[in-house]
């Protein structure tokens, strides 16, 4: 008697987005992701106009976990204020966490300033009871805040690496982050006509 073990993977892929997608969604859903992570705030200082719908027409189109992510306008000044307006456009609407977007774009030449940046607008998303996470990689954090810093570590980790590998084999502990939670594994791809980045978490 022969026994046959199949191991089955339980491995969830999805994809962030940065533009209105609408009805696309239903095909992105078909074609197999579970998630959706879309802009909610932009670099240039403003709420995304697209936030409000993009999370609507994502739970329609049936997708279970649908999060936002917080790109902040560094020069802008005044994270808080950032992190408000961001929950107060999407108050009531069905989403998960906001990923708080922390690369390489129009930071401080200094890690401190950098830091208290970052940690004021945790404050400002956990003094309103939001589910918080960290957009980042290696690269990113070491030039922006430094890799000692360990501010984000009690947060959930997303980093990015695009290999074209759906695993976490690459990861290398940063910023006191010995786990990650998601990986961004490939960029600037197209799907269902629209252009997205992939996702993977275990």
């Known amino acids: 008697l022969i026994?046959?073990?199949?191991?089955?993977?339980?491995?969830?892929t999805g994809i962030d987005v940065s533009q209105a997608v609408g009805s696309a969604f239903t095909c992105l859903r078909q074609?197999?992701?579970?998630?959706?992570?879309?802009?909610?705030?932009?670099?240039?200082?403003h709420v995304d106009p697209n936030v409000v719908a993009n999370i609507r027409n994502a739970r329609a189109a049936g997708f279970p976990y649908v999060d936002v992510y917080l790109f902040p306008c560094v020069p802008c000044g005044n994270p808080k204020t950032q992190m408000s307006d961001l929950i107060a456009r999407i108050a009531g609407e069905n989403y998960g966490m906001i990923w708080l977007d922390i690369e390489r774009l129009d930071w401080s030449s200094s890690l401190t300033a950098n830091?208290?940046?970052?940690?004021?607008?945790i404050t400002a998303g956990d003094s309103a009871g939001k589910k918080l996470g960290?957009?980042?990689n290696y690269n990113n954090w070491l030039e922006i805040v430094g890799l000692d810093w360990t501010g984000g570590s009690h947060l959930p980790l997303w980093y990015a690496h695009y290999d074209g590998v759906p695993n976490f084999s690459d990861f290398v502990a940063?910023?006191?982050?010995?786990?990650?939670?998601?990986k961004q594994y490939a960029?600037?791809?197209?799907?269902?006509?629209?252009?997205?980045?992939?996702?993977?978490?275990?």
């Open 3 to 12: 026994l046959l073990f199949v191991v089955v993977s339980s491995a969830t």
């Open 174 to 182: 940063f910023g006191g982050w010995t786990k990650p939670n998601i």
């Open 31 to 45: 074609s197999g992701y579970d998630f959706v992570i879309t802009r909610g705030y932009q670099s240039t200082g």
């Open 115 to 121: 830091r208290d940046f970052i940690t004021q607008l």
């Open 187 to 202: 960029g600037d791809e197209t799907k269902c006509g629209v252009g997205v980045d992939l996702n993977w978490y275990p």
């Open 134 to 136: 960290i957009y980042t």
